[in-house]
């Protein structure tokens, strides 16, 4: 079961607890141009209820429903009320259509979570959204 399906700036993790620390967290991106890149973003989804190990993948896709990014992995449960938080690193996402951009979680080949961020192009100079 996923609990949560987040996308941040940063995340920030005490060494000692483990806990962590989500930073930025954003829903819209504003661009002056078209294509671009995004430098960096987080996708943090927090797992449990799960027994053994288990394929996941995060899966972006654009407006047109092209897959841009597929990241691939798998996560161990030792115990079912564990809490298992998936964080990985995007870099240099790019980012060509204007519009709704979905992120999914996947465990094997089902979806688990959806989240979705806007891409709007914005007039040079004014701020971010």
């Excluded at 161990?76 to 964080?87: K, Q, R, S, W, Y």
């Excluded at 995007?90 to 060509?96: A, F, G, K, M």
Aim: with cysteine; aromatic share 6%.
């Amino acid at each position: 079961m996923c609990v949560a399906l987040v996308i941040c700036d940063d995340v920030l993790e005490d060494r000692r607890t483990g806990n962590k620390s989500l930073i930025g967290l954003f829903n819209n991106i504003a661009t002056v141009n078209l294509p671009a890149v995004h430098p960096r973003m987080f996708l943090v989804a927090s797992l449990t209820s799960g027994r053994g190990a288990w394929p996941f993948s995060f899966r972006v896709a654009a407006p047109s429903g092209r897959e841009i990014l597929r990241m691939q992995d798998t996560v161990e449960f030792t115990n079912p009320l564990a809490v298992h938080d998936l964080v990985v690193e995007v870099r240099s996402l790019p980012i060509e259509e204007e519009g709704v951009y979905f992120v999914d979680l996947l465990v094997g080949e089902t979806p688990m979570a959806n989240r979705r961020f806007t891409v709007q192009i914005a007039p040079e100079g004014a701020p971010p959204a």
